[in-house]
């Protein structure tokens, strides 16, 4: 009898390169399964982040919308990356980027109008890409500021989950007292506050122990327990918030694609001021251009993959898919997408190739028919991951010289300003022009790129339009 692989087996190694990589199918496939497993967490996130805010007007996305175009742009866009990459990377919508969305472009304008700046910025992107001007924005950024804007987000996207939780609650009319408190009262009470505790314990047990999948795991099992404390408690529904954990009467359901194509591509520029609009993509621009060049770094050094030169293979096709990503995200209306760190679980697994993306985007796709189950997950129980992805992002201040006051000042007022301002721009803005200040008073103003000028000099325009609009009368 022969021995011999069937013959899709040798054109899958061909293709993917899996024998020249160390690897084998079983292993790329068990990779794919380890990545979709440990980001999948991403199709319950992302909706509440996204579905929780209201657009200048008013509107807010379809919880359900929003789950599907979710999914189905990681389900494409990862896809795309393993067969035109052949890299064991995957695409999501980006933490981070989608709060700054939210929080940031829908307060502005319309949501169609925020989700055209996103399509905008993959645009801008795919051409630095292809001018090779996107590695000379990278070198234009300290390194610095670069670390201190991660920590800044991830504060940030804590502070949100801690809010979307109601662990923490804004004082209304209560002038002079502090801003924020615990609980709805000063104090914790409820049970949907209850399962938020919980779940955040559990979640930081599940993450010290390194288990894989910690925060899926987490969402899941929470969101049982509140099922289950919801049916046997009453409870006012308006304590759950967005979500009700009801139990859901169908598990498989079409998908809905009514947000795929409702984005304005210009339409923002009506909105607010173009210096406003520049700096609000430029945002956008900056958290996804580092957030991607350093997973696709890391995860390829991790999978063995670097060159000797330190290059990853095939980075051009890739960092040009990953700006289409973000093209796909606004077009779908699911936030601008990126390559994911998580993807290191993939290759932990032993995935080296881009079989295994094309394994957890094809798991996204199958994902597309269950979400009636990603719709049943309260705030409370997804809040928890939202914290711990804000830890996460703050291990990167280990990183930052402190003692040099040069770059530590506006590291911290970037990171600083993020949360207390509840504005991702403001805190980026104050970084890049508290570090120029400073830089020029100590006589090393040729340290500082020509672009960071260009950019602070945007930033002095963007923080000082209010008061010059007031001086000169214009409302």
């Given at each position: 009898?022969?021995?011999s692989?069937?013959?899709?087996?040798?054109?899958?190694?061909?293709?993917?390169?899996?024998?020249?990589?160390?690897?084998?199918?079983?292993r790329?496939?068990?990779?794919?399964f380890?990545?979709?497993?440990?980001?999948a967490?991403?199709?319950v996130?992302?909706?509440i982040?996204?579905?929780?805010?209201?657009?200048?007007y008013?509107?807010?996305?379809?919880?359900?919308?929003?789950?599907?175009?979710?999914?189905?742009?990681?389900?494409?866009?990862?896809?795309?990356?393993?067969?035109?990459?052949?890299?064991?990377?995957?695409?999501?919508a980006g933490?981070?980027l989608?709060?700054?969305?939210?929080?940031?472009?829908a307060?502005?304008?319309s949501?169609?109008?925020?989700?055209g700046?996103?399509?905008?910025?993959?645009?801008?992107?795919?051409?630095?890409?292809?001018?090779?001007?996107?590695?000379?924005?990278?070198?234009?950024?300290?390194?610095?500021l670069?670390?201190?804007?991660?920590?800044?987000?991830?504060?940030?996207?804590?502070?949100?989950?801690?809010?979307?939780?109601?662990?923490?609650?804004?004082?209304?009319?209560?002038?002079?007292?502090v801003?924020?408190q615990?609980?709805?009262?000063?104090?914790?009470?409820?049970?949907?506050v209850?399962?938020f505790?919980?779940?955040?314990?559990f979640?930081?047990?599940?993450?010290?122990?390194?288990v894989?999948?910690?925060?899926?795991?987490?969402i899941?099992?929470?969101?049982?327990?509140?099922?289950?404390?919801?049916?046997?408690?009453?409870?006012?529904?308006?304590a759950?918030g967005?979500?009700?954990p009801?139990?859901?009467?169908?598990i498989?359901?079409?998908?809905?694609?009514?947000?795929?194509?409702?984005?304005?591509?210009?339409g923002?520029?009506?909105?607010?001021?173009?210096?406003?609009?520049?700096?609000?993509?430029?945002?956008?621009?900056?958290?996804?251009?580092?957030d991607?060049?350093?997973?696709?770094?890391?995860?390829?050094?991790?999978?063995?993959?670097?060159d000797?030169?330190?290059?990853?293979?095939?980075?051009?096709?890739v960092?040009?898919i990953?700006?289409?990503?973000?093209?796909?995200?606004?077009v779908a209306?699911?936030?601008?997408?990126?390559?994911?760190?998580e993807?290191?679980?993939g290759?932990?697994?032993?995935?080296?190739?881009?079989?295994?993306?094309?394994?957890?985007?094809?798991?996204?796709?199958?994902?597309?028919?269950?979400?009636?189950?990603?719709?049943?997950?309260?705030?409370?129980?997804?809040?928890?991951?939202?914290?711990?992805?804000?830890?996460?992002?703050?291990?990167?201040v280990?990183?930052?010289?402190?003692?040099?006051?040069?770059?530590?000042?506006?590291?911290f007022?970037?990171?600083?300003?993020?949360?207390f301002?509840?504005?991702?721009?403001?805190?980026?803005?104050?970084?890049?022009?508290s570090?120029?200040?400073?830089?020029?008073?100590?006589?090393?103003?040729?340290?500082?790129?020509?672009?960071?000028?260009?950019?602070?000099?945007l930033?002095?325009?963007?923080?000082?339009?209010?008061?010059?609009?007031?001086?000169?009368?214009?409302?």
């Amino acid at each position: 009898m022969s021995t011999s692989q069937p013959q899709h087996h040798h054109t899958l190694d061909r293709y993917f390169r899996i024998s020249a990589r160390g690897s084998t199918i079983a292993r790329e496939v068990r990779g794919g399964f380890a990545t979709f497993f440990t980001m999948a967490y991403i199709i319950v996130l992302n909706p509440i982040i996204l579905g929780g805010v209201e657009d200048k007007y008013g509107q807010t996305l379809s919880h359900t919308a929003l789950v599907t175009s979710t999914t189905l742009v990681a389900a494409v866009m990862t896809a795309i990356l393993g067969l035109g990459g052949n890299l064991p990377i995957a695409i999501a919508a980006g933490l981070g980027l989608n709060a700054v969305v939210a929080f940031q472009l829908a307060p502005l304008m319309s949501w169609a109008d925020a989700m055209g700046l996103v399509v905008v910025e993959g645009i801008v992107i795919c051409v630095l890409v292809v001018t090779g001007l996107r590695e000379a924005v990278m070198h234009a950024i300290p390194k610095p500021l670069k670390q201190a804007i991660s920590v800044g987000i991830g504060l940030f996207i804590a502070f949100i989950g801690f809010i979307d939780a109601g662990f923490v609650t804004r004082i209304p009319g209560e002038a002079g007292t502090v801003p924020v408190q615990l609980g709805a009262t000063g104090q914790l009470s409820g049970w949907p506050v209850l399962i938020f505790c919980l779940g955040l314990l559990f979640t930081c047990a599940l993450i010290a122990r390194r288990v894989r999948g910690a925060i899926l795991i987490s969402i899941v099992v929470m969101t049982l327990i509140a099922i289950v404390i919801d049916l046997i408690a009453e409870i006012d529904p308006e304590a759950w918030g967005l979500t009700v954990p009801d139990v859901p009467s169908d598990i498989i359901a079409a998908p809905d694609f009514q947000l795929i194509g409702q984005f304005s591509l210009l339409g923002a520029f009506g909105q607010a001021s173009a210096v406003t609009i520049v700096l609000l993509v430029f945002t956008l621009l900056l958290s996804d251009f580092f957030d991607s060049m350093g997973t696709i770094v890391g995860v390829a050094n991790e999978a063995g993959l670097l060159d000797e030169n330190g290059d990853v293979p095939n980075l051009g096709r890739v960092l040009l898919i990953d700006g289409a990503a973000a093209v796909a995200g606004g077009v779908a209306s699911s936030s601008s997408a990126t390559c994911y760190i998580e993807s290191a679980s993939g290759v932990a697994e032993g995935a080296r190739t881009g079989l295994a993306s094309l394994v957890t985007g094809a798991l996204f796709g199958i994902a597309l028919l269950f979400t009636p189950l990603a719709t049943v997950v309260p705030a409370q129980a997804a809040a928890p991951a939202l914290v711990v992805v804000g830890f996460l992002l703050m291990t990167q201040v280990r990183h930052i010289d402190w003692e040099r006051y040069d770059v530590g000042i506006p590291a911290f007022l970037t990171i600083a300003i993020m949360p207390f301002t509840y504005s991702i721009t403001n805190g980026i803005g104050a970084g890049f022009l508290s570090y120029v200040v400073i830089k020029t008073v100590l006589g090393k103003a040729r340290e500082v790129h020509w672009l960071l000028w260009i950019v602070s000099a945007l930033f002095v325009v963007y923080f000082g339009v209010g008061p010059v609009e007031e001086l000169l009368g214009i409302s």
